[in-house]
């Protein structure tokens, strides 16, 4: 990396601050908003990481080279012959403008940070340093690993973990902002946390394009589309124990121009969501199927494609416990919200999971009306309160975590 970059606002924390895992509100407040002010697209986090990287540096770490694209990690070594654990945070920001009126809003016209990556890449941050304060006080070591390209499909995890990332490691734990609890509460849940999110395109196709007044000369590809599309939408539930979380949506639809032509192609897309892993295998399969039959009962000449995105979180049983058990150590039974039933939106932070035990911890960011938008609104915020607090549960849950 350059070495004579210069951040001119930045003002590094005196590390006294650290021992109690949290820091100071101003340099937390002051990373955030900068990294709010600077968002990159999956897979472009280059001037990101360079900032992590210098401030890391300026406080006495050592970077990882860089992994996974744009990605990289360090490692905070605390006593010899200890375990070893991973801490995750997401860099990436949304193709979108940003709208909210305040003066650390988004300097790139059409990307926003508006899914709170800033927010775990500042989380991410001050665990590494409050840890490295603390380093003389626990045995093993804490890999804190920053992953570009959560948001896209696909995305960076695979990539992190292809290069090594989780070498070595017992555990790893995560971090997601949740605008739906207020400040000082954390979501924690055992078992499906997110729901598997997988994208599918159905495309068919007639011999010809015809004259609406004479669809039995020509086909009609629409018609059979439609035909295709309830039929999909009958399948969970279904197919499926409708007590298991599933949720399949078209959100795309193309067919024709004119009003009296039937065209030769029509297509539609859209996702499955699903949190049991044997359900989507299920309903993967019947929806190839359906597709496939329907349209060639009625000569459409179907074509599907079927992507598989990120798999669900999967909350480790144990961690959980270590996690409600710290919570409530340090914060108190009331800061616990315990939530009763998977979110349906994804998070590639469950690619870990096939290698290692994960948990992924709620944090909550609602304070007033301005911190109430939800996740990808154009006007989503962050009460930075929840920095420290965060901050302190984390660094406290892996110090546990390395002591069990």
Known sequence: MQRNIVYPDLVLPDFSEFPNGSGSFHFLSG?????????????????????????????????????????????????????????????DALPIQDLKN??????????????????????????????????????????????????????????????????????AFAIHVDPTLPTGMFGLKSGASTAAADTFEVRVSGEKTGHSARPHESGDPVWVLSQIMNALYQLVGRITDSRNPAILTICMLEAGKA???????????????????QDRLKLRQQLIQ??????????????????????????????????????????????????PRPS????????????????LVRVGTQSNASTAYPLHDARFDADEHALQLAIQLMTESLIHFLDS
């Open 31 to 91: 990373i955030r908003r900068h990294l709010h002010q600077h968002p990159e697209l999956g897979f472009h986090e280059v001037q990101t990481a360079k900032f992590l990287k210098y401030v890391l540096e300026k406080s006495g770490l050592n970077p990882s080279r860089t992994i996974g694209k744009t990605g990289f990690f360090v490692d905070v070594e605390g006593q010899p012959e200890g375990r070893a654990v991973g801490f995750r945070a997401d860099m």
């Open 102 to 171: 305040v003066s650390y809003a988004s300097k790139t016209s059409g990307k926003a940070h508006l899914c709170g990556h800033d927010v775990h890449s500042t989380v991410a941050l001050g665990v590494a340093l409050s840890l490295y304060a603390k380093r003389q006080t626990f045995r093993g070591k804490v890999r804190v690993f920053f992953q570009p390209a959560e948001e896209t499909s696909p995305s960076g995890a695979p990539l992190m973990i292809r290069d090594g990332v989780l070498d070595g490691l017992e555990a």
């Open 344 to 359: 349906m939106g994804a998070e590639d932070f469950s690619h870990y999971g096939a290698h290692v035990p994960i948990y």
């Open 290 to 339: 359906t597709a496939e039959q329907i349209g060639a009962l009625y000569s459409g000449f179907p074509e599907v494609t079927y992507q598989f995105g990120a798999p669900a979180v999967i909350n480790d049983e144990k961690l959980h416990e270590l996690m409600v058990e710290t919570t409530r150590r340090l914060f108190g039974s009331q800061a616990i919200f315990h939530i």
């Open 259 to 277: 009003l009296n032509v039937i065209p030769q192609t029509a297509s539609f897309g859209g996702t499955l969501r699903v949190a049991d892993p």
